[in-house]
């Protein structure tokens, strides 16, 4: 069975500094991996997602995410954070076999940006 | 292209109550899904449509739970009755197909409180 493991619910950044969330995933065959933002009160919204093309995906809003497949991990990271990037950012998994491709989240990292 | 729609966005029941949640997707998607999502946790697949038909309910709580897609278009959850523990968000997401890495676009979600 696949899970995914978010390492640190919480995470504070200043303003301009690097943003670096991790994401270590458990899977039987190398699946299909996916960031997602939620702002308050807010549905999902895609940042990125990697699908076997190249390891390196960027993503909206300037993040991107190396997937690392000896490491089993696909952190996302920004080189500068915005205070827009205030959220909860979820990283999910989705199995390359079966019918119903379904989407198994992290428990999510609350990220706080300081002026 | 307007997203997933939700209604209501906020709900206040006792236990014991009945609750319904609807949910209209994005024009075109074939695939529907709910899910669960408690607070401090990732969201929770409860069920999975193509089209009208269910592909997947396995972590529906059917003696309490139950949903339906009439028409392969919009869909309702419903709870009944409802328990302390069921006080979570409710997303309702859908996707064009269920192919490998398709993006699922979510609703805002219903929040909803048991007391």
């Known amino acids: 069975a696949q899970s995914v493991t978010q390492l640190g619910s919480h995470v504070s950044v200043s303003e301009g500094a690097l943003v670096l969330l991790r994401c270590n995933y458990s899977s039987s065959v190398p699946p299909y991996l996916f960031w997602y933002v939620q702002y308050p009160n807010q549905g999902l919204q895609l940042l990125l997602k990697y699908t076997s093309a190249a390891t390196l995906v960027k993503g909206i809003n300037g993040f991107e995410a190396e997937f690392k497949k000896s490491e089993t991990s696909f952190h996302l990271t920004k080189p500068s954070a915005h205070m827009s990037d205030a959220a909860e950012y979820f990283c999910a998994v989705s199995e390359r076999a079966g019918s119903a491709r379904q989407l198994t989240f992290g428990s999510g990292t609350q990220l706080t940006v300081l002026p | 292209e307007a997203g997933v729609a939700q209604s209501p966005r906020y709900k206040i029941i006792e236990k014991r109550q009945s609750v319904a949640f609807w949910c209209n997707p994005i024009s075109g998607h074939a695939t529907l899904y709910w899910y669960q999502q408690i607070l401090g946790q990732g969201p929770k697949l409860l069920i999975q449509f193509q089209n009208n038909g269910v592909v997947d309910d396995s972590q529906l709580p059917k003696d309490r739970f139950s949903a339906e897609r009439l028409k392969g278009v919009d869909s309702t959850l419903k709870i009944q009755p409802a328990k302390l523990e069921d006080s979570a968000v409710y997303l309702c997401?859908?996707?064009?197909?269920?192919?490998?890495?398709?993006?699922?676009?979510f609703g805002p979600g219903t929040r909803l409180t048991v007391l």
């Open positions: 997401a859908s996707s064009y197909t269920t192919g490998y890495g398709n993006e699922q676009f």
